[in-house]
Structures are given as C-alpha cells and as structure tokens.
Nanobody
C-alpha cells in the first residue's frame, strides 16, 4: 500500500519557522513530482510548492516565494517544506502529494493521485 505521512505541523508565532516532512512508503517516488498544498476552512486545496523527481526543479506559489523552500531526500523517500518568516495567512492544513499517473510537474490538485492525511499549521500572535 502506498502511503504518504506528514509530520512537523504545529503552532508558531508570526516570523517564526517550521519544517514539515512527508515520509513515503510502499514504493519509491524518485521519478515522480511531489508537491505541497494547503487548505484553509471553507476553501479548496491550494498549491504551495512543487519539486521534480530529481529535485533539480522547484516552483512556488507567489504568496510563499522567498519564504518557503521545498526539498526532497530520495534516499530517505522523504519530502520537506521549510517555512520561514511565517504569517497568519499561512495557517492551514498542509498536505503532501505525489504524481504517479504522469511524468512532469503539475500545479493542480487533480494532477496528483497520492495524498497524505494532512498536518495542521497555525500561526498566531
């Protein structure tokens, strides 16, 4: 069974930092794009960041560019999201996702077919 499990969520003050991890099991995703999405109450999941299978290509939503960094360790089958200079509007449930049905990058929810259960991130003063 293919699973993704996020960890590292929690509460942080504005300006603080958190690092999310996403551990994959059941298969390797070394050749697959992986991404982070987030959802706030009453809204659909929104794209945050994406990374290619090799890790050589990344892309970010404008709202997090320069503050968040996506990375992966294929030897550990783990995806990361380093979040710095956090703001209240970063409060959301964060999901990691893997794109196994096609090669290449994807920025839409429907581009991904394997999802984690989500981890809550709260930024408060």
């Amino acid at each position: 069974q293919v699973t993704l499990v996020e960890s590292g969520g929690g509460s942080v003050q504005p300006g603080g930092s958190l690092t999310l991890s996403c551990a994959a099991s059941g298969r390797t995703f070394n050749f697959n794009a992986m991404a982070w999405f987030r959802r706030t109450p009453g809204k659909e999941r929104a794209f945050v960041a994406i990374i290619s299978g090799s890790g050589s290509t990344t892309s970010y939503a404008e709202s997090v560019k320069g503050r968040f960094t996506i990375s992966r360790d294929n030897a550990k089958n783990t995806l990361y999201l380093q979040m710095n200079s956090m703001r209240s509007e970063d409060t959301a449930v964060y999901y990691c996702a893997a794109r196994t049905s096609a090669y290449g990058l994807g920025w839409m929810v429907n581009d991904y077919d394997v999802w984690g259960q989500g981890t809550q991130v709260t930024v408060f003063s």
